[in-house]
């Protein structure tokens, strides 16, 4: 069956800018997960959402949103982007919450100049 | 706080020996722990999971073993290849979902 799809896989924007992100899951998979990866901090957890509702949220500020559609697609958003928001966003889908493997896709590189 | 740790720095292995990475953790009671492969700009790629009442896991090559009492988990790969060299990850199943240290580079010499 077809993987996690990330879109787009790279994206430049400017300080100030706004930008969305989309993942579409594994088919049957509910629960939806973003991390932020930077080389200093590692794979940071965003936030995580199932059946359309966001059940985690990590410590991020409020510029980082997210939402998940009826057909377990989400998309997340950055408002105001700063230079630090520079990195590479990955989403994961897992079956059933926290018990079983994430699948990661191949995430979206986000530059922020 | 919880806390992850793995060894920041590079691990630099010579083919054919076995690869073995740390992960340690405190203030965290996970249910399971997961060992995740990482190539430069991929998503990272599930291993292993091995639960809090089983002390070690196999596939092919890879082993993992899980000490609750230690807090701790090990992450073996024998008869290593160039192609194993990558980031590897551990992961922790707690209330929040995976939390993830911040990952071991292994390189593997011919």
């Known amino acids: 069956k077809a993987g996690v799809t990330q879109t787009p896989r790279y994206l430049i924007k400017t300080r100030g800018q706004q930008v969305t992100l989309s993942c579409s899951p594994i088919s049957g998979h509910r629960s939806v997960s973003w991390y932020q990866q930077t080389p200093g901090q590692g794979l940071q957890f965003l936030f995580e959402y199932f059946s359309e509702t966001q059940r985690n949220k990590g410590n991020f500020p409020g510029r980082f949103s997210g939402r998940q559609f009826s057909n377990s697609r989400s998309e997340m958003n950055v408002s105001t982007l700063e230079l630090g928001d520079s990195a590479l966003y990955l989403c994961?889908?897992?079956?059933?919450?926290?018990?079983?493997?994430?699948?990661f896709g191949q995430g979206t590189r986000l530059t922020v100049v | 706080s919880q806390k992850i740790e793995q060894n920041s720095e590079a691990l630099n292995i010579q083919e054919g020996k076995t690869a073995t990475l740390t992960c340690n953790y405190t203030n965290y009671s996970p249910a399971y722990l997961q060992w995740y492969r990482q190539d430069p700009g991929r998503g990272p790629v599930f291993l292993l999971l091995i639960r809090e009442n089983e002390k070690e896991k196999r596939k092919e090559r890879l082993k993992v073993t899980f000490d609750t009492t230690l807090k701790q988990s090990l992450f073996h790969i024998t008869a290593s290849q160039p192609a194993d060299s990558a980031t590897y990850l551990c992961?922790?199943?707690?209330?929040?979902?995976?939390?993830f240290g911040k990952g071991t580079h292994l390189i593997i010499q011919p």
């Open positions: 992961a922790l199943a707690g209330a929040d979902g995976l939390t």
């Open positions: 994961a889908s897992t079956g059933a919450f926290g018990n079983t493997e994430a699948f």
